[in-house]
């Protein structure tokens, strides 16, 4: 195993100094009480002895990766040091879990045209933590011809692309052209966005800004399709209190130039929360005498996306929303999806009526084949 500097347990750089965000208190009792309860869960995220071969990776590798993921953003841009040595504790939990890294060479040659061991170790390899034999492994089997095969899931291959940067692979198509494809790239009709294309479409955000800390890659005429859009559909699943794609809408919002803070949604997203500071993907948290294996698959997702969201936003002076902006405001959609009178249609026309709607079906989040799991 090699490690960069940021293994070494050097501090991340500070964000740059800015103006007060006036509700710091707030965020910062989000992602604090969000890193006390998953320092306290931490042991759900302890990988099973099978994990290379029989366990399912998206019960076992995809809570790590994602847990990874989301503290190396909060180790890097949150603006206390008090989060941000907290935040890093739990990248380096995920890193030992994967044993140097040695797990992802087991995982390579197990699966080696399989693309989750790819995009999991990429969250590492870009905080400086390698695995000499891991590398060696993807660099060969990210060579093959059958690696550049094209993918149905754009916003997956995203998500590849973004590993392949990270690791230093050359990227097996280009970047620009697969975003055009995806949900986002497309700008289809806002109403209707159902709950899997909700999330398709934050993660094509996510992956392009590589989870925030590249905001400027994001092309403007998606991210003004985005500020146009985003207070509706936040509004829409804040009534259905579906926490964990609000989180995600929020933190979306917090990465667009010039794209206002909704207080509102901020301080439901808040009240969502238990007492121990988890937030359930959906409704109510579970009770205070579930078992940790039941409260952790309610809530450890959209815990993390809230501090991840939170720290987006602590990180960034807010856009205050002037009037100008209010008159330009997208909106809301009506019951039945269809678009309001004299509203724009930046997607083109498209036909209103009960099947075209912003509510989804029951689930918000879709499991991944067994093969293609990814934080």
Not at 80 to 95: G, I, N, S, T, Y
Not at 133 to 145: H, P
Not at 342 to 366: F, K, M, V
Request: hydrophobic residues 40%; contains cysteine.
């Amino acid at each position: 195993m090699t490690a960069g500097p940021a293994a070494q347990g050097a501090a991340p750089p500070s964000p740059p100094p800015g103006a007060a965000h006036p509700d710091a208190e707030l965020l910062d009792d989000i992602v604090a009480g969000a890193l006390r309860w998953l320092e306290a869960i931490r042991p759900c995220f302890r990988l099973p002895p099978d994990a290379a071969t029989d366990a399912d990776p998206n019960t076992t590798l995809k809570p790590l990766g994602e847990l990874a993921e989301l503290a190396h953003v909060m180790q890097t841009l949150h603006p206390l040091p008090q989060v941000r040595a907290a935040a890093a504790e739990l990248f380096a939990f995920a890193w030992k879990e994967t044993r140097g890294g040695e797990l992802f060479a087991e995982l390579v040659r197990g699966e080696p045209v399989a693309t989750y061991p790819v995009e999991l170790y990429g969250v590492f390899a870009r905080a400086g933590l390698r695995n000499p034999a891991a590398e060696e492994l993807i660099a060969a089997t990210t060579s093959l011809v059958r690696w550049r095969v094209a993918r149905e899931d754009h916003t997956r291959t995203l998500g590849v692309l973004n590993a392949e940067r990270r690791i230093g692979l050359p990227e097996h198509t280009g970047f620009d052209r697969v975003l055009a494809l995806t949900g986002l790239g497309l700008r289809p009709e806002p109403w209707a966005l159902d709950l899997k294309a909700a999330y398709g479409l934050t993660h094509d955000v996510f992956h392009t800004a590589d989870w925030g800390r590249s905001p400027g890659r994001l092309p403007a005429p998606l991210a003004d399709y985005l500020r146009l859009w985003l207070p509706a559909w936040t509004e829409t699943w804040t009534e259905e209190r579906l926490w964990d794609l609000v989180g995600e809408f929020l933190a979306v919002t917090a990465l667009l130039p010039g794209a206002p803070y909704d207080p509102a949604a901020w301080r439901r997203l808040a009240a969502a929360r238990g007492a121990d500071g988890a937030l359930p993907e959906r409704g109510d948290p579970p009770p205070g005498d579930a078992p940790d294996g039941e409260r952790f698959t309610a809530c450890y997702h959209s815990t993390l996306v809230a501090a991840f969201a939170a720290t987006l936003a602590r990180s960034r002076p807010p856009q205050p929303q002037s009037p100008a902006q209010s008159d330009r405001a997208a909106p809301r959609t009506t019951a039945h999806g269809g678009r309001p009178a004299g509203s724009p249609d930046p997607g083109g026309a498209a036909a209103e009526g009960p099947g075209n709607t912003l509510r989804g079906p029951a689930d918000p989040r879709l499991p991944l084949p067994e093969s293609e799991a990814t934080p």
